[in-house]
């Protein structure tokens, strides 16, 4: 059954700690991306990555990072530098070959 | 100017009605275009592509006019359950490929 996990659904975590979410694909998509979403807000690129051990910043990477050792995985790492993140988070792949972008179910970060 | 912009909504409409929602986007040389749909609290679905030709899926129709840049779906005979946020979605490919959201149109079906 192929597709995009994340995990966890929900992550709590104090401010001042880092904290890495997961995002696992088993669609053979060479190119991974990460989002976030405010309540009632649209999505923003974080960062994504066209090939295994390459990667570029989106809109947002400030206080965020990332690594691609391995095609299947694509974790974004929420460091204390990110002033404000509380947030849904986004997992997207997409194959070389065609344009749409396939998401995985989020996880909902909340920082206190 | 935003690269994709979609009607802010929100839009309330009684089951049965039929709702449109628009899009426009401002690069001329956009190769791909998609709805999206998302619920509440969820990820964003593939809802369909759109084509220069027009396609059709049951109750949904989308419509590509690459001349105005508009981008359009249509829901017929709405049901309670279409009710979530549609996203317009456009790829280019002028500097490297990139795909851009629209910020979503929230449906609200009511009984």
């Known amino acids: 059954d192929g597709g995009i996990t994340q995990s966890p659904k929900y992550l709590f975590r104090k401010e001042g700690q880092n904290v890495t979410l997961s995002c696992e694909q088993n669609?053979?998509?060479?190119?991974m991306y990460w989002y976030r979403q405010d309540p009632g807000q649209g999505l923003r690129l974080i960062y994504y990555?066209?090939?295994?051990?390459?990667?570029q910043k989106g809109d947002i990477a400030e206080g965020y990072s990332v690594s691609r050792e391995k095609k299947e995985s694509f974790p974004l790492t929420v460091t204390s530098a990110q002033k404000n993140p509380t947030a849904f988070y986004l997992c997207?792949?997409?194959?070389?070959?065609?344009?749409?972008?396939?998401f995985g179910p989020g996880t909902r970060l909340t920082v206190t | 100017r935003k690269e994709v912009e979609q009607d802010p909504g929100p839009f309330n409409v009684p089951e049965g009605a039929t709702v449109a929602f628009n899009c426009t986007y401002s690069n001329s040389a956009s190769q791909s275009f998609f709805w999206y749909r998302q619920d509440c609290r969820k990820e964003p679905k593939l809802l369909m592509s759109v084509y220069s030709s027009g396609n059709e899926d049951g109750r949904f129709t989308a419509q590509l006019n690459r001349a105005s840049q508009y981008i359009s779906l249509l829901i017929r005979d709405s049901k309670l359950s279409d009710s979530a946020t549609y996203l317009c979605?456009?790829?280019?490919?002028?500097?490297?490929?990139?795909?851009?959201f629209g910020a979503g149109t929230r449906l609200f079906v009511k009984a």
């Open positions: 997207a792949s997409r194959s070389r070959h065609l344009d749409e972008q396939y």
């Open positions: 979605v456009v790829t280019t490919n002028t500097g490297g490929f990139k795909t851009i």
């Open positions: 990555s066209q090939i295994v051990n390459d990667f």
């Open positions: 669609l053979n998509h060479d190119a």
